[in-house]
């Protein structure tokens, strides 16, 4: 009984990328609607009513971005009304909310993949590619709080010291400047204890494997599977020209072919299957929980 | 079966006319747990280093060393790697990964070892550890010992037959070293793994070990049981100072018969060979009530707004010219404590007056000049430059006023100092703001006995000069023996304070060897001084 997060990392990301790969690739209005309200869904689903500084921030973005493009292009023929002699057009006011849809239907969807992918996960991810790059990443991850610690003591050592005679900006930035020299030498330091403790447990004496954190259940893979079946039809919608859409000079939509009904079906299918997934979890939790 | 054997090393470090180690000769059985000991700079890091090839200093060496019958370099690389294990003084720096499972995993992955076996053999080590609680745990989380834990497993996982350990338990709280020193002993019993390890705090080691071996000036000067090592050496007072308070106190009377080790054999010691027909030292009169020097009165600080609070309604008062020791365990917030009086952290109700001003009154940071210093835990944060030099003339210290030496040390650059070294330095920083108060967070920490007898030895100078000096340790030992009163922090706020007469002999476990060794025998006696003094009085018995 796994939720969408706790599926293999790999078939989670090829998900995600198949998902925000076609947002942004792609300007069909009906498929961008499709993954803003997937998105929002999907962090809703998983946060609940929190982070409300988050959807402040997008949906005054999205204001944004929908008010800019009409004030700047001015294609199109239907002219609404004109400001400071530009005539301001339906098309282009349309093509901005459009844009706005699509940027922040991606942003939602990174957001999520952010919560989702933790370090671990990514590290599993490079892992599969070369374990030496996932080595390297994996010691990064761990020198940047250690850093930023170390400094913030160095500090506050400085301080308490009395060293920097007054509150002033040069003085301050001559202790930075200070600081921060000290802290190349005390990396550098550091960096030959953990060397020397990498080389003492066999580093660089052959070929290194790496553990495997996450193993492919048959719920990966019949995810990955529906991915890329879900992900290919969309593609060949969108390929083939089935699902095109012109805003200027004036707004076009190509009728829908059986393809690009399909196409716009399987998509939405596609950014629903978390969704599917978590429900279904949820209903035989219930289902299982009732017999105990 | 013999697992070690060294016959007849010395070594040379390329630029030195002198022999770091000269003639060293040993042989470790398989299990055996050996302890080996000496000031610093004997030559003990050296020898380890030695044997463990990945991690052998460059220069000239002669002199065999034999790993199961091998000579150490016809090892493949594997062997080396994973059949000698070494665990470094630093907990912090050794980890590499940022995971703690990742980190269990790391020299498994390096050996090539197949990833089912990995998490097999994880498996198996945070078991028995009982890592399984933290294993997916970040490592920058980790307390001291935790991190130290952590390391060990990751080179046990290995499955080592020889396990090195240079100085491990020297960055951690006396409980935490305890506590892994009884899991070296567990994992040499369990899985007869050899272990030498250098240590010089040796209270909790020394009887424990199989082996004791003492290095001085780069040669082996004893090697055998501790009790025997003990009885030999007993009058070097250099070596002597690390060993267990009944070993000390054993040594100071001259006893005869096996030598005592544990608070159980030194009381069966004192109670079988001594009187106690005197049972108290006269008492030193309390000091006439003096100015107050650092005053908190119900201060509370938490670091989050949706925290607890780590000080939570501290009072109390510390006089001018006195010494006063918080005591307390780990994550007590007594650090938190000092920090509040330095200024770094605001607390968000309470006072806090220092000189009978309030803090916020030192207006522009006049609070650290000609009135308070601290002195950090790591004492590397204080150093900012290349050479001690300019570490000195950046503060205007003046070599003339400190109350020890420095000179020898001019040149160096201050990482390459000892820990003891470093400390004097840092001190020497700090003292040149000439502060009338001194805040000291574990002074103590990293430094061996005779840096540790030589530091309070400084600090009642300092105290001589009209100093007040607050200390936060866990050194029970070492605030028994300096200290004018002492407190103990637990919850946020002192509970309990006194003299360290009194202090330490109310206390029932919180307290010095000493104390616990003569409670009920003897009255108020907490160092081996007073109990040394309070066995001569009484007089031997006669047999």
New interface residues.
């Given amino acids: 009984m796994r939720s969408f997060s706790e599926y293999n990392p790999i078939a989670v990301a090829v998900w995600f990328f198949s998902v925000t790969g076609v947002a942004m690739f792609c300007s069909y209005p009906i498929l961008m609607a499709i993954s803003l309200s997937g998105a929002v869904l999907f962090f809703l689903i998983r946060n609940g009513f929190t982070h409300g500084k988050t959807h402040l921030f997008f949906w005054l973005l999205f204001a944004v971005l929908a008010l800019a493009n009409p004030l700047v292009s001015h294609n199109g023929k239907t002219v609404l009304f004109v400001m400071n002699h530009n005539p301001v057009t339906l098309e282009a006011a349309l093509y901005g909310v459009n844009s706005a849809v699509m940027i922040i239907g991606v942003l939602y969807w990174f957001r999520s993949f952010t919560q989702i992918m933790t370090s671990e996960k990514l590290l599993y991810i490079t892992g599969a590619l070369s374990p030496k790059l996932s080595l390297v990443l994996s010691m990064a991850l761990r020198s940047v709080p250690l850093f930023s610690r170390q400094s913030a003591k160095i500090s506050a050592a400085q301080t308490a010291m009395g060293l920097y005679k007054d509150d002033n900006i040069v003085d301050d930035i001559r202790g930075k400047s200070r600081i921060f020299s000290i802290m190349v030498t005390w990396a550098l330091e550091n960096g030959i204890i953990t060397a020397d403790s990498m080389e003492a447990r066999g580093y660089g004496i052959g070929r290194r494997t790496q553990l495997r954190r996450f193993g492919f259940r048959t719920g990966d893979i019949l995810l990955l599977t529906a991915t890329l079946a879900l992900l290919g039809v969309t593609a060949a919608a969108i390929g083939t020209g089935a699902l095109s859409f012109e805003f200027y000079p004036s707004m076009k939509i190509k009728e829908l072919t059986f393809l690009g009904i399909s196409g716009i079906i399987s998509y939405a299918a596609l950014v629903l299957l978390p969704v599917i997934i978590e429900t279904e979890a949820e209903l035989r939790w219930k289902y299982l929980r009732s017999g105990i | 079966m013999e697992i070690l054997a060294v016959r007849d090393m010395t070594f040379t470090y390329p630029t030195c006319k002198e022999p770091a180690i000269r003639d060293i000769s040993l042989t470790l059985g398989r299990g055996e747990m050996a302890v080996l000991c000496g000031a610093t700079g004997s030559g003990k890091s050296t020898l380890l280093r030695l044997l463990?090839r990945?991690?052998a200093p460059m220069g000239d060496m002669s002199g065999s060393v034999a790993f199961c019958g091998k000579a150490l370099g016809e090892l493949s690389?594997?062997e080396s790697?994973?059949d000698i294990?070494?665990v470094?003084q630093?907990p912090?720096?050794?980890?590499?990964?940022?995971?703690v499972?990742?980190e269990l995993?790391?020299?498994?992955?390096?050996?090539?070892?197949?990833?089912a076996q990995?998490?097999r053999r994880?498996a198996e080590m945070a078991s028995y550890f009982g890592i399984g609680d933290w294993i997916n745990r970040?490592?920058?989380v980790l307390s001291g010992g935790q991190k130290q834990l952590l390391?060990l497993a990751?080179?046990l996982v290995?499955q080592p037959k020889l396990l090195i350990l240079d100085e491990p338990t020297a960055q951690l709280d006396p409980i935490a070293a305890s506590d892994f020193i009884a899991t070296l002993r567990r994992i040499s019993n369990d899985l007869s793994i050899t272990i030498l390890m250098a240590e010089h705090r040796l209270e909790d080691v020394v009887p424990l070990c199989d082996r004791l071996l003492v290095m001085d000036g780069g040669s082996l000067i004893a090697d055998g049981s501790p009790s025997q090592v003990i009885a030999a050496l007993g009058k070097r007072g250099d070596i002597m100072c690390g060993m267990p308070a009944a070993s000390r106190l054993y040594a100071k009377l001259s006893g005869s018969g096996p030598c005592p080790l544990t608070v159980r054999e030194g009381r069966n010691f004192i109670e079988s060979s001594y009187g106690n027909t005197t049972r108290g030292l006269p008492q030193a009169s309390p000091a006439a009530e003096s100015e107050t020097a650092l005053e908190y009165s119900e201060v509370c600080f938490r670091y989050d707004r949706n925290g607890r609070d780590v000080l939570d309604g501290l009072s109390l008062k510390v006089s001018r010219g006195e010494i006063y020791c918080i005591l307390g365990g780990n994550g007590s917030g007594k650090t938190t404590s000092l920090?509040a009086a330095?200024?770094?952290i605001k607390p968000y109700s309470g006072k806090i007056k220092v000189f009978g001003k309030k803090l916020r009154d030192y207006k522009?940071?006049s609070?650290?000049?000609d009135c308070l210093?601290?002195l950090?835990q790591?004492v590397?944060?204080?150093?900012?430059?290349?050479t001690v030099r300019e570490e000195l003339a950046?503060?205007n210290a003046e070599l003339k006023e400190l109350p020890y030496d420095l000179s020898p040390l001019l040149e160096k650059h201050p990482?390459d100092l000892s820990g003891g070294q470093q400390q004097l330095v840092a001190l020497a920083?700090?003292l040149a703001?000439h502060p009338r108060l001194l805040?000291l967070d574990e002074p103590t920490k990293g430094l061996d006995g005779a840096a540790k007898e030589s530091f309070t030895e400084l600090l009642k100078r300092l105290k001589a000069d009209g100093l007040t000096v607050v200390i936060v340790t866990h050194d029970v030992e070492f605030a028994a023996l300096c200290a004018d009163r002492c407190a103990m922090f637990f919850g946020g706020r002192i509970v309990s304070e006194g003299a360290p007469r009194e202090f330490f002999s109310e206390n029932s476990f919180y307290t010095t060897a000493v104390s616990r060794m003569t409670r009920g025998y003897y009255e108020g006696a907490v160092t081996v001084e007073d109990a040394a003094a309070l066995c001569r009085m009484n007089g031997r018995k006669e047999s």
């Fill in positions: 463990k990945e991690l690389d594997r790697a994973s294990g070494f470094m630093n912090e720096q050794q980890i590499v990964t940022d995971k499972w990742h995993a790391f020299g498994l992955e390096n050996l090539g070892t197949p990833p990995i998490s994880i970040d490592t920058a390391n990751s080179v290995m920090s330095a200024g770094l522009n940071r609070l650290y000049r210093a601290m950090p790591d590397q944060t204080v150093f900012l430059r290349s950046e503060c990482y920083k700090v703001a805040l």
